[in-house]
């Protein structure tokens, strides 16, 4: 079984920044790819990021330009570096793991519990 546990949220003015971080933990991560998305309340889920055990990224259009995704040297820790953020970016925000990349845009295999991003304007 795979944990994964996210942290870093909070709230943040407009135009603020927030780097998210998420921790696995369970299994060995050699062929896990990993990614963020998020939920707004009274929305469906969106994709945000995801990033290859090899280093290649995805980006959702709306989080291109602002948000950075990366992997701890471990492999098993990834960031979520959030620049230039705006009120449309509140939201809770999952860090999930699968071991088909295409799936992280839609059904991961594992998700965290979320942590909430909180954006005034």
């Known amino acids: 079984q795979v944990q994964l546990v996210e942290s870093g949220g909070g709230l943040v003015q407009a135009g603020g920044s927030l780097r998210l971080s998420c921790a696995a933990s369970g299994r060995t991560f050699i062929s896990y790819h990993m990614g963020w998305i998020r939920q707004a309340p009274g929305t469906e889920r969106e994709f945000v990021a995801a990033?290859?055990?090899?280093?290649?990224?995805d980006y959702a259009d709306s989080a291109k330009g602002r948000f950075t995704i990366s992997r701890g040297n471990a492999k098993n820790t990834v960031y979520l570096q959030m620049n230039s953020l705006k009120p449309e970016d509140t939201a809770v925000y999952y860090c999930?793991?699968?071991?088909?990349?295409?799936?992280?845009?839609?059904?991961?295999?594992?998700w965290g519990q979320g942590t909430q991003v909180t954006v005034s304007s």
């Open positions: 999930a793991a699968d071991t088909k990349f295409a799936e992280l845009r839609t059904t991961p295999d594992y």
């Open positions: 990033i290859t055990w090899s280093g290649n990224t």
